[in-house]
């Protein structure tokens, strides 16, 4: 069984750009859930997406966007980056069968450097 | 509002010595409980997780943590721990809303020979 798959792996974006960021979820999973992870903020929960709807979202500015398409496959997207977007963006995905909390399984994750 | 306090940021310690990785969080309703542990260049694996029921939880690669709703901890646990242990750990807490986590900063375990 496949794992969540984010793409890409890297990436390497200049201030003032905007970047977008894939996630494929597992097989039959609904929830996608999106982090960034930074040393000095450590792991900060951005968004949830469950049925293409937006449910859970975090205190991040509205730069920080995403989408769930019907295949459950999701994106994220920043605009006008800022130094400070420099992160590791975690997507989960879990079966989050009506409000249960299930386990969450993560992606390798996708590392932005803002430069 | 819910909150995960990781009391270490660090923690050595010799292979084969036991170890354990504090956790303690503030809610004021009851939440699930989780601890995730992260290697270089990696994601996210879950351990163990505590929903209802008994409160000693075992998780994988030897692995526990019990749960104390007095003292609102979740201490994770492992008697004797190897080199290849050596990761970041995280302590995590769900509310009854689906996929949302709040993670504590983190406790980066070094095992040394």
């Known amino acids: 069984k496949a794992g969540v798959t984010q793409t890409p792996r890297y990436l390497i974006k200049t201030r003032g750009q905007q970047v977008t960021l894939s996630c494929s979820p597992i097989s039959g999973h609904r929830s996608v859930s999106w982090y960034q992870q930074t040393p000095g903020q450590g792991l900060q929960f951005l968004f949830e997406?469950?049925?293409?709807?937006?449910?859970n979202k975090g205190n991040f500015p509205g730069r920080f966007s995403g989408r769930q398409f019907s295949n459950s496959r999701s994106e994220m997207n920043v605009s006008t980056l800022e130094l400070g977007d420099s992160a590791l963006y975690l997507c989960?995905?879990?079966?989050?069968?009506?409000?249960?909390?299930?386990?969450?399984?993560f992606g390798q994750g996708t590392r932005l450097t803002v430069v | 509002a819910q909150s995960v306090t990781q009391l270490d940021s660090q923690v050595p310690v010799f292979e084969e010595a036991p170890v354990e990785l504090r956790c303690n969080y503030s809610s004021s309703v009851s939440v699930y409980l989780f601890w995730y542990v992260q290697y270089p260049n990696q994601g996210l694996q879950l351990l163990l997780k505590y929903l209802s029921g008994s409160t000693l939880v075992k998780g994988i690669n030897g692995f526990e943590a019990e749960f104390n709703k007095s003292q609102t901890s979740f201490h994770l646990r492992k008697p004797s721990v190897h080199i290849s242990d050596t990761a970041e750990y995280f302590c995590a807490v769900s509310l009854n809303q689906g996929g949302k986590l709040i993670f504590g900063q983190g406790t980066e375990l070094s095992v040394k020979p």
């Open positions: 989960a995905s879990s079966r989050a069968l009506g409000q249960d909390p299930t386990e969450a399984f």
């Open positions: 997406y469950f049925s293409e709807t937006q449910r």
